[in-house]
């Protein structure tokens, strides 16, 4: 190939655009066109046509008439979709924190190479690998009302426990917990990568001049870790909007709508009630808020972030 | 330069995949027709939400079809009934709709709404199927404007499956011994249902996975309520008798403890539930139990009567099939005298020939005969349909909010049947 490029170059210009197909640029768009065209076919073109079908009042049977932005209008003045919202929002704002705290803590507790620290390790990262169905469906067991794993345990103490997935108090808090439980083992190990890669001389130096562990991990570990802290923020915080699997298997939304996330709900306006419109247009609204997040983060992240390259 | 001539390389990539896959389906579509002209070899699509011993029957019953009809082939796919619905709407939209199919009851309105079932009343002019061996309530569901978009083969009465050995164990009588006495009424259910209560048993079940509330109807019935009135205009279990209802769930689940919390994951088979309310076809289920004796009761009355909800499930013909002629001989085949027989080891059959007949009562582990003929046969008369409704979801939806209100004690009866009237009267409205 190098040969025939070579040989194109000193060509007449006319020559060399005949010899396109020959060409080095001829082959780099046949090597990204597999990606290209799998992305077209499977995200670009869905998701535009997805933008058309908010625009339209598609009852999935039937055909579509297109209505403008009558889907919005509606969304905008629908209660549900605001609790939704405001749902989405407390997962998110719960699961995060508690997630990275974790994973972050159990990085630091796990990063010591102590015999049979191994098995702790693939303990935690095990939830990581099971199915999120599968996992969901213990838990709910584990908080049945009577018989429950859980309640059963505060009975041996003499406490009733509460019916954890039907009371609206409690409902979400199960959730968060039981997501951030699955999930925390990936970012406690992107953590424990993270921890690995820094300079043992900084520590040293830092105890030298006299810096206490507590010091030592807020001037020393976290600034060098930033962009692992970063990476785990977006993946989280992105992941969480998309919460679904976890709410349909152990709470259907309920009670009442206390844990209706928006992925929920467009799974149900789409494939329950067979609005497909009003669902795409939930859609496109998550795409945004998803979009925005992005955006924040990717422009704050200069400033936060100690050592980007 | 390049970048232009790269992004025309792309379209015309594009273009080429897309066409590659229009010839690929050209080229198969002719072929299958020159296949057809030769040997007229059909296949035909079966959807059902059936188990595996649902399939083994219809497995019989279609090679039993291939004997007549050898050039048909039928596959069967089985989709779980929540996601039932769902399957056949994304089909519909997709224009891939299986030639036959079950429909339960509350997806019938959706389908014929939107006009994906097919007519079969010629089926009548079929003087040896012989149309008038059905019960002609069991069509009803079915019809509408003179054309008939279905044919039932089950029309279960809702049965009170029961744990004898919790209610020998109690020292009480049991639901059979109380009709006998004729004295099998709610207020005796309740009374039963505490009775036989102790820690880790619950006397009753209404519920699977806590949002089956509908068998809770016929408590309303019994007291001459309903959930809407006679045109489906508007929602009237906001009613003394549906407060009652609700009271009834309330002080079962909260002060008796006789019917297990909301969350609680607690099974009839497992053994610790003593009365379960489902539709006699459960019994395929129930006759795997060997851990403890078990046995069906007609529903506890109330004042105005005992008012079964009567569950009903039929075939469909979906439209768009390219084999419509097939599709109605499998379908008459089905529901034709012998094939109700054969499904009549699970389902409780529309045809009286079939009803009355012995070999649905006399199934391997099945209850007593006369315990099918008390809870079963002679109840199907006072059996109720309870009708979808176009918006069934959006209502059930709103229903079951009231429920959660219920199971996390948040609100009183009168208050969450307000709350369903105001959800769903403008439902009922459109």
């Known amino acids: 190939m190098e040969v025939k490029v070579k040989a194109a170059e000193g060509l007449p210009i006319q020559k060399v655009r005949s010899k396109f197909f020959g060409s080095e640029a001829f082959f780099g768009y046949l090597f990204v066109s597999p990606m290209v065209i799998g992305f077209l076919l499977v995200m670009f073109i869905p998701f535009i046509y997805s933008v058309y079908m908010s625009l339209t009042d598609w009852k999935l049977l039937g055909d579509p008439n297109f209505i403008g932005s009558e889907n919005y209008q509606r969304l905008v003045n629908d209660p549900d979709f605001w609790e939704v919202m405001k749902n989405t929002l407390l997962f998110s704002g719960g699961l995060v924190p508690i997630n990275i705290m974790i994973a972050l803590l159990l990085a630091l ?57 039907y009371n609206p108090k409690l409902a979400m808090g199960a959730v968060i917990v039981v997501s951030a439980l699955k999930n925390v083992g990936l970012n406690m190990v992107l953590f424990l990568a993270a921890l690995q890669q820094v300079d043992k001389n900084l520590y040293e130096a830092s105890y030298l001049d006299g810096a206490n562990k507590l010091k030592q991990f807020w001037h020393v570990t976290l600034p060098m870790i930033t962009p692992t802290v970063f990476l785990t923020l977006i993946l989280t915080v992105i992941g969480s909007m998309k919460v679904f699997g976890q709410i349909y298997v152990m709470t259907g939304g309920g009670p ?29 609204v998550l795409f945004v808020i998803i979009l925005f997040f992005t955006l924040i983060q990717w422009g704050v992240r200069k400033r936060w972030v100690f050592h980007e390259q | 330069m390049i970048k232009k001539l790269g992004i025309i390389f792309l379209v015309i990539l594009l273009v080429a995949v897309s066409v590659a896959c229009n010839k690929d389906a050209n080229t198969t579509a002719p072929k299958d027709k020159g296949s057809k002209a030769k040997d007229e070899q059909v296949e035909l699509t079966f959807m059902m939400w059936g188990n595996e011993a649902h399939q083994e029957v219809y497995n019989k019953l279609i090679a039993k ?9 039928v596959k069967m796919e089985s989709v779980p009934f929540p996601d039932y619905q769902q399957k056949i709407t994304v089909l519909a939209a997709g224009r891939e709709l299986p030639d036959v199919g079950w429909v339960a009851e509350r997806m019938v309105p959706q389908f014929m709404e ?75 259910f309740e009374k039963s249902a505490k009775a036989i209560s102790e820690k880790g048993t619950y006397g009753a079940n209404f519920f699977r996975d806590w949002n089956t509330w509908i068998p809770l ?16 205009t508007k929602f009237t279990w906001n009613s003394p008798q549906g407060v009652e209802t609700l009271k009834m769930l ?20 497992s053994g610790k539930i003593g009365m379960f309310f489902d539709v006699y076809s459960y019994v395929s289920r129930a006759r795997e139990i060997k851990d403890f004796a078990w046995d069906i009761a007609p529903l506890p009355e109330g004042p105005k009567g005992r008012f079964p909800m009567l569950g009903q499930a039929g075939y469909g013909l979906f439209k768009g099939s390219k084999h419509t002629e097939e599709a109605k001989e499998l379908l008459k085949f089905f529901t034709s005298q012998e094939g109700i027989q054969a499904t009549s080891t699970f389902f409780v059959p529309p045809r009286e020939s079939v009803l009355s007949s012995d070999e649905f009562v006399n199934q391997p582990n099945n209850p007593p005969a006369e315990s099918i003929k008390r809870a079963v046969i002679d109840e199907m008369d006072n059996a109720r349909l309870q009708a979808g409704h176009i918006e069934w979801q959006k209502i059930d939806n709103a229903i079951q909010f009231g429920f959660d209100e219920l199971f996390g004690q948040l609100k009183k009866p009168e208050e969450i049947l307000k709350g369903m009237e105001d959800k769903i009267d403008p439902l009922l409205k459109k």
Request: aromatic share 16%; net charge negative.
């Open chain 2, 114 to 188: 939107n006009g994906i079932l097919d007519d079969v009343s010629s089926f009548k002019d079929d003087k040896e199927y012989n149309m008038d061996d059905f019960f002609p309530s069991t069509l009803d569901l079915f019809r509408k404007d003179n054309k008939l978009y279905g044919i039932p083969f089950s029309t279960p009465p809702e049965v009170l499956f029961y744990n004898k050995d919790l209610f020998v164990k109690a020292g009480e009588k049991t639901p059979n011994e109380h009709v006998q006495a004729g004295a099998w009424n709610w207020e005796q």
């Open chain 2, 217 to 232: 109807l016929s408590h309303t019935w019994g007291y001459g309520g309903d959930l809407f009135n006679k045109d489906q």
């Open chain 1, 256 to 284: 009442g709508n206390h844990t209706k996330v928006l992925v929920y709900y467009i799974w149900e306006n789409a494939f329950k009630l067979f609005d497909f419109g009003y669902a795409s247009a939930i859609a496109i």
């Open chain 1, 109 to 165: 507790l796990l990063q010591r190479h102590l015999p049979g620290i191994g098995f702790f390790r693939t303990a935690i990262f095990i939830p990581v690998m099971t199915s999120i169905v599968v996992w969901s469906i213990i838990w709910k067991y584990m908080f049945g009302t009577d018989e429950g794993f859980i309640n059963q345990i505060l009975d041996v103490f003499g406490i009733t426990g509460p019916a954890w997935l």
């Open chain 2, 65 to 73: 079809f291939n004997e007549t009809h050898p050039n048909i082939k």
């Open chain 2, 250 to 269: 309330d002080r079962m689940m909260f002060k008796d403890g006789s019917h297990p919390k909301a969350g609680e994951q607690v099974s009839f088979e």
